[in-house]
């Protein structure tokens, strides 16, 4: 049942494929090209033939028409003498007759009609003062007549002159070439029928191919791949599609990573929250404990709002219609940051040292340059080590403008150094939700360096601790004097 219904489908898809309709068309139009040159040699040749055949006809017949206009009268025997003396004019029949069509004269040795009447049209033309031709090609060789009236010299009609020729060599050459021509035009029209049938079935193969991996996209098999050869427009549009199934592919991936990071970020707290609860329901506590374990809740509660606030910031710099450019000035906006962050790094007796050059203009969107110094910021401080130095610099270096936040922290390990800009990535799980950190911040950080055409680099401090550098372009005025 199964190949009774995909059989019927392609062939339906063959019957409407563009494809064929083409070739049927080339094949048609190429007949009728075919039979047109056919008919129209065929025709030109014999008419030439014919024609050249008329000259040398007529002019024989003229030739015994100019010997015999000398005689009064035309007898046997003055015609043969003749006809004996212009010697062989290489015709099949020559007969001449008098004024009423009586043969005086025939070459033709059997069924000789001389002394008999003479019925040929030709002649009964030719005695009313025609010069008649006429020539046919009955398929083996070219037979052709002429007649002519004869006049004495007192211009009286005393007879004609018939002749007949029946060219079997001539007509050879007419049914080669014919033959030629047909079988030239059968060559060629079985090899372009072949040929347009051969390519529109793989052209309608490779389409095929494409419209059912299209189909199995669209039912969710992102690995599937086309496997088409050549460089043409089908074999472009098989790797465009391989290009677009990759990419979908990769999306899907992680999305699916992402959404399964997301639940078991979310999954801690929840348990956490149970758990107390729990211990609160099922033992006997003190006020005092209560209180310690609904606070504990709480913190709980407000990690899950942190988590969410940064999915949702991620969310939105994914799909958010994007905002508006501006050119701004980034120092007094880092700035902002650091002084708000400023009593958490007191509180830990961390030395600030900030150097924010003016003059270093960039372009960004909304308030981005704030976040990504807020969150450098902060996991400066929070990562640091009690008295430790924290550094924010903005600086220009050429065409650059660079941000770098360093810190004399505990570090980041060489072989996570790759893996800190990926989502709920953190290097010390526990220190970091200790932190109250999601693990969120630094993809935040790289995902708004991308949209705003920067880059963001980490390495390890030679003092110790942690430097990020972010580099983004200098947006300069032309200078008017
Ligand atoms: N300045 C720093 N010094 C040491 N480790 C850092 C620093 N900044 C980030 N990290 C590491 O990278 C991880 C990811 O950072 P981040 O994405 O901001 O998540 P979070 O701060 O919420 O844990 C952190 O958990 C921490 O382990
Ligand atoms: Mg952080």
């Known amino acids: 049942m199964a190949t009774i219904s995909k059989l019927k489908r392609r062939l339906l898809l063959l019957r409407s494929s563009s494809q064929i309709r083409y070739a049927l068309t080339y094949v048609l139009i190429t007949a009728v090209v075919l039979v047109f040159l056919n008919v129209y040699t065929a025709s030109t040749t014999r008419d030439m033939m014919f024609r050249s055949k008329e000259v040398s006809l007529q002019g024989k017949v003229q030739l015994v028409v100019s010997s015999l206009a000398g005689l009064e009268r035309l007898s046997g025997d003055n015609v043969a003498q003749v006809i004996a003396l212009l010697g062989d004019l290489d015709a099949n029949r ?127 098999e992102y690995t599937h791949r086309i496997a088409l050869w050549g460089h043409d427009e089908v074999g472009v549009l098989a790797e465009e599609f391989n290009k677009l199934t990759e990419r979908l592919r990769t999306s899907e991936a992680t999305r699916q990573q992402f959404v399964s990071d997301a639940s078991h970020e979310l999954k801690t707290p929840l348990a956490s929250i149970k758990l107390l609860s729990d211990s609160i329901l099922q033992n006997e506590m003190d006020m005092d404990t209560v209180r310690e374990f ?48 400023t009593p958490l790094a007191q509180l830990r007796q961390i030395r600030l040292e900030t150097k924010l050059d003016p003059d270093c203009t960039v372009v960004t969107r909304g308030d981005d340059i704030y976040q990504m110094a807020f969150n450098l910021v902060e996991n400066a401080i929070k990562y640091n080590v009690d008295g430790g130095y924290l550094g924010v610099f903005l600086q220009r270096k050429g065409e650059d403008v660079v ?55 980490v390495e390890q401090r030679e003092e110790g601790g942690t430097r990020f550098t972010l580099t983004f372009p200098f947006f300069g005025m032309e200078e008017e004097t």
């Open 294 to 341: 609904v606070g504990d809740i709480g913190n709980e509660a407000d990690r899950l709002t942190r988590i969410a606030q940064k999915l949702l910031e991620l969310n939105r710099l994914e799909d958010a219609p994007k905002e508006d450019f501006v050119v701004m000035e980034p120092g007094p906006v880092v700035e902002k940051a650091v002084r708000l962050l």
């Open 94 to 220: 020559v007969t001449v007759t008098d004024a009423t069509g009586k043969a005086v004269y025939d070459s033709l040795t059997k069924d000789n009609a001389t002394g008999r009447m003479i019925l040929f049209s030709e002649v009964v033309t030719a005695l009313q003062g025609n010069v008649v031709f006429y020539c046919v090609y009955d398929g083996a060789a070219l037979e052709s007549r002429a007649c002519m009236p004869i006049y004495n010299g007192s211009d009286q009609l005393i007879g004609s002159v018939y002749l007949m020729e029946y060219d079997t060599d001539l007509g050879a050459v007419i049914a080669a070439l014919e033959m030629n021509l047909v079988r030239i035009s059968l060559v060629l029209g079985t090899a372009i029928v072949l040929f347009s049938i051969l390519f529109a079935l793989i052209f309608s193969r490779r389409m095929r191919l494409i419209l059912d991996s299209i189909q199995l996209l669209r039912e969710g």
């Open 403 to 457: 941000l770098i936040v360093e810190d004399s922290g505990i570090g980041i390990p060489e072989e996570s150094l790759p893996y800190v800009f990926d989502r709920f990535y953190r290097v010390d799980k526990a220190r970091s939700r200790q932190a109250g950190g999601s693990g969120l911040g630094l993809s935040i950080v790289h995902d708004l360096v991308e949209r705003n055409y920067g880059t963001v680099t």
